[in-house]
């Protein structure tokens, strides 16, 4: 369940960002020297502008605010502007360094949210990895992630120099005119009610084109990755459209958003000519009444002129500050999602399994509808089972719940007299040797490819598992082990990642096999290279075998034939044949092909 979102803040704060809290103390401290430091500007104001009109009517001396010491109108002269340079020059440095640590500790919980967020995706639910567009995802660790880092940013860059420049700029308006100060004091929360409510909308709004944002992520990933069919069909005109409508929608939530946030500097623009207005009328007329010197009156407007920037900031991050908080919204969503499959806590780890392998009156759906129907069949230690049948009756989903990559609706799959859902599924995969249909290979050298199987298997062991798997190709590749496999291995034929990923099977050495039409994409003699190099690798080892071209079967110790997600015969090559029904006719209609 995901936690209430008024606690997402807090959550934050404590997961993500407090064991940062030295960086952020010392980013607070500099902030407030900055803060001091620009404050300071309206008592410099008001000094020299005292000093001016004090040489003007031939005064000697002048009061330094605060120290109330006199100095004479020629010490000031260099004195000044003296103070105005070391001001400026405090600040800049404090400025640079809060910029500097803040960041830093930003930066460096980003990495821990992102660590978490990918290892959350990775380590989770399969199902949850295939039911969202690949998009969606990529969308969150770079949009989601940026919105974070822009909104964290400025509530540890602006809250405290902000809030602590205003206060110091309020003590001195207060200081020269306290009436002044009063009225510039109500005027500034009124204004302010309509910003804090642009910022609450705004979280909605961006929600919606963050959501939209990895769609959009998704859509062009399609669209890049589908070139070959859409040049091949001729469908540039339809990838076009399809495009082109979601850059539109990306465009209109944006102005969407944008007319929001747009509104917060005009009102604050509008806020800021009223102060300065009441300003000038308050001041000149109680200036006229002697009641106020041009020093003070000098000193507000630099002090509300130091304020403003701040005041305008504040205004902004709470926009920010929301956008970020929508964004954490579905960081969250991901991060408290429960897993559907999960170890139990007194899970058993398995050691070396048998490989005694049962599926008992096995149900399983993806969705609504059935796809594995009461599936019951076993695989004794050592033996090599086929599963054959019309596409869709369910045999790769066979292996997806053999890996527990979901559980089962109803019945049990037992292995060596363990339920697998009391097993740790770290310790179940391990038993297992997968090679897919698809043959997925990393973007990493061919070497590091086969080398996944086992990780520290020796450079002999891997030379090894390439022969059997009678990759020789590789040999005549120029950088031959080193050349990079290129994303999802398309550096490569189809037939060759098939057999990288037997390489990497035959180098894992699990006790189950499980091999998912392991050499449909092998050309007639390196597939007869292969199945010798499998039929060698099955020995001792039990294994499942799942293929169209039934030649590849006829020595399994068993053969199930399934239809609709249930076994509706089973046998021997011999056997089946001998019963001459479902088996025979499909081989009898492979071989009139
Ligand atoms: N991730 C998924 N989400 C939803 N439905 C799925 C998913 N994977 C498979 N299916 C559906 O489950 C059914 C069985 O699929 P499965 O891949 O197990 O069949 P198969 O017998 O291996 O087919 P083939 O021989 O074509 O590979 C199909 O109807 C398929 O549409």
Redesign the pocket.
């Known amino acids: 369940m995901a936690k209430p979102k008024n606690n997402l803040l807090p959550r934050f704060a404590s997961d993500w960002m407090a064991k940062h809290w030295r960086l952020f103390a010392l980013g607070a401290l500099f902030s407030a020297i900055t803060a001091l430091a620009v404050a300071s500007y309206g008592l410099m104001v008001k000094t020299g502008l005292d000093w001016l009109s004090a040489t003007e009517h031939g005064e000697g001396v002048v009061n330094i605010p605060f120290l109330n010491i006199g100095l004479p109108s020629n010490t000031m002269m260099w004195l000044l502007p003296c103070a105005v340079i070391g001001f400026a020059t405090i600040r800049s440095v404090s400025l640079y360094i809060q910029t500097i640590l803040n960041n830093s500790a930003v930066q460096l919980g980003l990495v821990s949210i992102q660590d978490a967020l990918f290892s959350r995706l990775i380590e989770g639910d399969y199902?949850r990895l295939?039911a969202a567009a690949s998009g969606e995802f990529v969308s969150q660790f770079i949009n989601d992630m940026n919105l974070v880092r822009e909104a964290a940013l400025r509530v540890a860059t602006n809250l405290i120099k902000g809030v602590l420049t205003i206060i110091a700029c309020v003590a001195t308006m207060f200081w020269y005119d306290w009436a002044l100060a009063l009225m510039v004091l109500v005027v500034y929360p009124i204004a302010f009610a309509p910003v804090v409510q642009i910022g609450n909308r705004l979280r909605k709004v961006s929600k919606a084109a963050q959501q939209q944002t990895g769609e959009m992520t998704a859509l062009l990933n399609e669209g890049f990755q589908g070139g070959r069919t859409s040049k091949a069909f001729n469908l540039e005109d339809y990838q076009n459209a399809r495009a082109h409508a979601g850059f539109l929608e990306r465009a209109r939530l944006y102005l969407k958003v944008l007319r929001s946030k747009a509104l917060v500097d005009p009102l604050l623009e509008i806020v800021g000519g009223a102060a300065l207005a009441g300003v000038f009328a308050f001041t000149g007329w109680r200036i006229m009444n002697g009641e106020a010197t041009v020093g003070d009156f000098g000193g507000f407007i630099a002090a509300i002129g130091a304020a403003s920037p701040e005041v305008r900031a504040l205004g902004t991050l709470n926009s920010v500050a929301n956008e970020g908080l929508a964004a954490l919204e579905r960081i969250y969503a991901v991060l408290d999602a429960p897993d559907k499959v999960a170890d139990k806590p007194d899970a058993i780890e398995l050691s070396e399994s048998r490989g005694a392998i049962a599926f008992e009156g096995v149900e399983f759906g993806?969705?609504d509808?059935g796809?594995l129907n009461g599936l019951t069949f076993h695989a004794e230690p050592g033996q090599t089972i086929a599963l054959v049948?019309?596409?869709?009756?369910?045999?790769?989903?066979?292996f997806?719940l053999a890996l527990r990559l979901y559980d089962v609706s109803g019945g049990k799959i037992i292995l060596d007299g363990h339920d697998i859902r009391d097993v740790q599924r770290k310790s179940l995969r391990s038993q297992m040797s997968l090679v897919a249909?698809d043959a997925f290979l990393f973007d990493d050298t061919l070497r590091a490819n086969i080398a996944l199987g086992r990780m520290d298997a020796s450079e002999a062991e891997i030379t090894a598992a390439l022969d059997a798997a009678a990759c020789d190709f590789v040999y005549d590749l120029p950088q031959g082990l080193d050349t990079q496999a290129g994303e999802g291995g398309r550096n490569l034929s189809g037939g060759q990642r098939q057999r990288i990923a037997i390489a990497r099977a035959i180098l894992r050495d699990a006790p189950i096999l499980l091999l998912?039409?392991a050499t449909s994409a092998l050309d007639a003699s390196s597939e007869a290279k292969v199945q010798a190099a499998l039929e060698q690798l099955s020995k001792g080892r039990t294994t499942l075998i799942?293929a169209?071209r039934l030649s590849t079967v006829r020595s399994a110790d068993k053969i199930f034939v399934?239809d609709k997600g249930r076994v509706v015969e089973e046998g021997s090559h011999e056997t089946l044949m001998q019963k001459n029904a479902v088996y025979a006719d499909l081989v009898k209609l492979q071989l009139s092909e």
């Open positions: 199902a295939t993806y969705g509808q796809v049948g019309p596409s869709g009756a369910g045999k790769s989903t066979v997806n249909q998912d039409e799942i169209h399934l």
